[in-house]
T-cell receptor, first 114, second 112 residues
Framework: AAGVIQSPRHLIKEKRETATLKCYPI?????VYWYQQGPGQDPQFLIS???????DKGSIPDRFSAQQFSDYHSELNMSSLELGDSALYFC?????????????FGPGTRLTVL | DQQVKQNSPSLSVQEGRISILNCDYT??????FLWYKKYPAEGPTFLIS?????DKNEDGRFTVFLNKSAKHLSLHIVPSQPGDSAVYFC???????????FGEGTQLTVNP
């Protein structure tokens, strides 16, 4: 079965640079979620989109923005990167038509800010 | 404010025995609970879930129990296998389509 695809898998940036993370949800899933997992921490919710509209917003810095496109893929844009942004970034997708609306996660993008 | 707590950072079990992972929550608005398994450098893999209207859900070797009055859930793995060694996260959400709130995770090690 098709899974959530994230690219790139690894990204190294310098402080104050920008980064763009991409997420391709499972086919026919209508909701995309972004989470950030710092070292030794649990995943923290950043933002979500349902049918291309922002549906919820968590602890996402103002330097970050995201959107969901017409093909349902999503991009997380991160500007003015700081050392503390180094983390694993997970994308998850779900389908509200499925009944359980279980979130399935991608493999993550490991962002390292030097 | 940790709304979902997994008080045991680690658990070690012998192969073939039962593994019991525990999770407590404080938010009474949570109505759906999930367990994910995570290997290093991979994303969380969905294992099993339970709705707040149930007290038990079983899928093969995995059973999740929910005690709403105690705001407690547990994951039982029987029999445990070395391949089960991973970090297990408990997660909860308030409504369909809403964010997941995760516990801190429990590192399970199953010894051959």
């Amino acid at each position: 079965a098709a899974g959530v695809i994230q690219s790139p898998r690894h990204l190294i940036k310098e402080k104050r640079e920008t980064a763009t993370l991409k997420c391709y949800p499972i086919p026919r899933h209508d909701t995309v979620y972004w989470y950030q997992q710092g070292p030794g921490q649990d995943p923290q919710f950043l933002i979500s989109f349902y049918e291309k509209m922002q549906s919820d917003k968590g602890s996402i810095p103002d330097r970050f923005s995201a959107q969901q496109f017409s093909d349902y893929h999503s991009e997380l844009n991160m500007s003015s990167l700081e050392l503390g942004d180094s983390a694993l970034y997970f994308c998850a997708s779900s389908s509200r038509d499925s009944g359980t609306d279980t979130q399935y996660f991608g493999p993550g993008t490991r962002l390292t800010v030097l | 404010d940790q709304q979902v707590k997994q008080n045991s950072p680690s658990l070690s079990v012998q192969e073939g025995r039962i593994s019991i992972l525990n999770c407590d929550y404080t938010n009474s608005m949570f109505d759906y609970f999930l367990w994910y398994k995570k290997y290093p450098a991979e994303g969380p893999t969905f294992l099993i879930s339970i709705s707040s209207i149930k007290d038990k859900n079983e899928d093969g070797r995995f059973t999740v129990f929910l005690n709403k009055s105690a705001k407690h859930l547990s994951l039982h793995i029987v029999p445990s296998q070395p391949g089960d060694s991973a970090v297990y996260f408990c997660a909860a959400r308030e409504t369909s389509g809403s964010r997941l709130t995760f516990g801190e995770g429990t590192q399970l090690t199953v010894n051959p």
